[in-house]
């Protein structure tokens, strides 16, 4: 039988989580899921994660949750990090950051899964090459498993879709996150990879990116400081759906996810 794999893209705020409570059960009956992952770097009023609003995540049925540039937000995360092994940060941050960067999962039909967090560096951080990275963290995975999912937490298409090439055959799934904009590129790239330029947000779509739109607006306009707040109107879903053979590890399918919650 495929491995079914659910990703939930940015997770952004209340209303993000509030998506998750209302849908995720049905969408994993209804894909036949066995393992659901989502990126939860915003889940805590928009910027962070805490460990009350992971906590909430996983109660809801999310098994892991990937993360990026926004995982510091919130202090607590340092600590809560370290503990909590469902919980990822890129796996490119210098050595010595608290957390970590891959783990693998087993699903209840003891299929093991790893799963991968990168973030890019072109417009973000100056972090350890992701490329590179991800050679030394595939080659240890794939001791364990051919399943590897790969979050690539990143701001330019053109790098996102490079990594894509230079994994092909090597992961089960490269889906970016980051832009909170769901791209309609989804594939299997020649080797067998499921390939996805961004799995787009979770949260309110009336709004720039998650948040009210009036107060990004007036950003733009004034280029003043301006404090953004959550927007909460027309919830969607974002993600993708991908299916594996357990034993090669080659994606077989991939199908995006855009669901109105409201």
Known sequence: MPVRLLFIGDIIGKPGRQAISRELHRLVDRHMVDLVIANGENAAGGFGITEETANDLFKCGVDVLTSGNHIWDKKESLDFINREEKLLRPANYPEGTPGRGSA?????????????????RVFM????????TADREIERLRVETPIIFVDFHAEATSEKNSLGWY???????????????QTADERILPNGTAYLTDAGMTGG??????????EAITKFLSQ???????????IRLNGAVISADELSGKALSIERINICCD
């Open 224 to 234: 003043l400081p301006v404090r953004f707040d959550i927007a909460k109107n027309n």
């Open 205 to 214: 779509f009336d709004s720039v990116i998650g948040v009210k739109k009036e």
């Open 125 to 132: 951080n100056n972090l350890d090459c992701p490329f590179r």
């Open 167 to 181: 994994l092909d055959g090597r992961v089960t799934a490269l889906i970016g996150t980051h832009t909170h904009i």
């Open 104 to 120: 693998i999962f087993t699903t209840a039909g003891r299929a093991k899964v790893a799963v991968l967090n990168l973030e890019g």
